[in-house]
């Protein structure tokens, strides 16, 4: 069938068939005429209901199976270098095995492998760089963005068209155009008055304002009119009960304390009863959050949140949206089987401390933190490692940022091209990381707010478009990769707001 090409025929015709069975509201047995034809003792397994496919996009949904068996294949790989199962109940003899392992640190220069008389490594070394090396998260920048670089859409291959596109983003996907990004956006415009520039300007009496008008939106506890207003930004001192009301509302009620404290003990206690494999991937992101000076004093309440993370089912349905849950087997009886692994089918991405930390700058209670980041996990930094066409996940993210730097500055655009480098590979891991461990922590708190506010992600294609343009000329001058990577290498005098103002409205 290849040969004749009538598999992609086939599949299009398919997909063609479900277009119009979905218009006609026929999915999942919705379909008037089979409901019809059960209520008449009719054997309705004559008209199969058409399956809901979980990305309709088949070249996505294909990448989404090879991302899923990359993450399952890393998994496997950590388990057997380090000899560790996935789970396993923690002992005296585990955690001795543990502290060893933790031993070589990250910081460790590590001597190259020694070599036997028969060119193999000795015990002792390889046992080392496999601490080193396979001990790292199965979610990483670089590995997302091979994967979905090797997305191709059968529709649209150089052979048949003759069009070569310019980005790694080699599928159609639709996405906000410019116009409609500034009316989304609408009220970032500089017309006005914004937390995060303004009170650097107007100083006393803008904070004052800004400070009064949250403060009776709170005691009425609006939160429609909180998350409105929030938009413009929101008050350094205000900023913990805005985000706690607008993401973790239970948190200001006397009995949701109880409940919320009592979750978060249960989570730990598991913790300490269970060893899984993905709580030594979590330790080592927390030491590499902790190098940086900004986050070190947070390293102990890290490992006191993401731990119990990676055990809250309740992330379930929203971590196994970005990678189809890897199912296990349980303890008990051996057919029982476990609907993701971790529990909270959260796979370990490298930087998901750095996601958690500038939380502890707003929350000093740990219960506060932990609330907080779940809410924030599931709503928004799942998306980050999701392949799919659905809008603000990672695909559709990398597309925006490509089509706005083409737009709006198409000379440093071919520059780029010319040269044979790819601006998405300078700003994806700004984007993967959602701007932490870039940004300085009041601007990167900046633009969270408007990410809670706006409650998407379009912010981050956006910011980093701006950030890539802003150095417009100087890229001009660049003729390599480092070269143009060196240009980001200092975020510390970047102001998020003037930015995200200049790409949308200036």
Request: charged residues 25%; neutral net charge.
């Amino acid at each position: 069938m290849d040969e004749l090409g009538c598999s992609l025929k086939l599949k299009n015709c398919i997909r063609e068939l479900e277009e119009s069975a979905e218009r006609r509201g026929s999915i999942n047995g919705s379909n008037p005429e089979i409901v019809t034809a059960q209520g008449k003792g009719v054997d309705a397994s004559a008209v199969p209901n058409i399956p809901k496919l979980t990305e309709s996009h088949h070249a996505i949904s294909e990448g989404r199976a090879k991302w899923r068996s990359h993450i399952l294949t890393e998994l496997q790989g950590i388990s057997s270098d380090l000899g560790i199962p996935f789970a396993r109940h923690r002992t005296a003899t585990t955690e001795q095995a543990r502290q060893n392992r933790e031993a070589v640190l990250p910081s460790e220069t590590l001597p190259p492998p020694a070599e036997r008389s028969d060119g193999t490594e000795t015990d002792v070394t390889n046992t080392k760089q496999k601490v080193f090396t396979r001990n790292r998260p199965p979610v990483t920048a670089r590995s997302m963005l091979k994967n979905i670089c090797d997305i191709r859409s059968a529709n649209h291959i150089s052979n048949t068209t003759k069009l070569y596109g310019w980005g790694l983003i080699q599928v159609e996907l639709q996405i906000p155009t410019p116009d409609e990004l500034t009316e989304i956006f609408n009220e970032l415009n500089p017309s006005n008055r914004q937390c995060g520039v303004d009170e650097q300007i107007l100083k006393e009496k803008f904070t004052d304002d800004c400070i009064r008008q949250m403060s009776a939106l709170l005691a009425k506890n609006d939160k429609t009119a909180i998350r409105q207003r929030l938009k413009r930004g929101a008050p350094v001192c205000l900023r913990q009960a805005i985000w706690k009301l607008i993401l973790d509302p239970t948190s200001n009620e006397a009995s949701g304390n109880e409940k919320r404290r009592a979750h978060l003990e249960a989570l730990q206690q598991d913790v300490l009863k269970v060893e899984l494999l993905t709580d030594d991937v979590l330790r080592k992101d927390i030491r590499e959050c902790a190098d940086d000076e900004k986050y070190f004093v947070f390293d102990d309440a890290l490992e006191k949140v993401l731990l119990p993370l990676s055990r809250d089912v309740y992330c379930t349905p929203y971590a196994t949206k970005a990678v189809d849950a890897i199912k296990g087997f349980g303890r008990g009886s051996p057919n029982e089987v476990l609907p993701a692994y971790p529990p909270s089918g959260i796979i370990p991405a490298d930087g998901l401390a750095r996601l958690c930390a500038p939380l502890c700058f707003i929350f000093t209670n740990l219960v506060d933190v932990y609330f907080v980041l779940r809410a924030m996990y599931c709503r928004y930094w799942s998306k980050l490692y999701t392949i799919s066409s659905s809008p603000s996940t990672m695909l559709t993210l990398c597309k925006l940022f490509e089509k706005l730097v083409h737009i709006y500055n198409p000379d440093v655009a071919y520059h780029c091209i010319t040269a044979g480098i790819r601006p998405l590979e300078i700003a994806f891991p700004w984007m993967f990381s959602a701007f932490s461990g870039y940004l300085e922590v009041d601007q990167l708190l900046h633009l969270w707010d408007r990410v809670i506010a706006y409650d998407n992600l379009l912010l981050f294609p956006i910011l980093a478009a701006a950030i890539f343009l802003w150095r417009g000329k100087s890229i001009l001058l660049c003729d390599s990769y480092n070269e143009i990577r060196h240009l980001f290498t200092d975020f510390s005098k970047i102001q998020v707001i003037p930015l995200l103002q200049y790409l949308l409205f200036a």
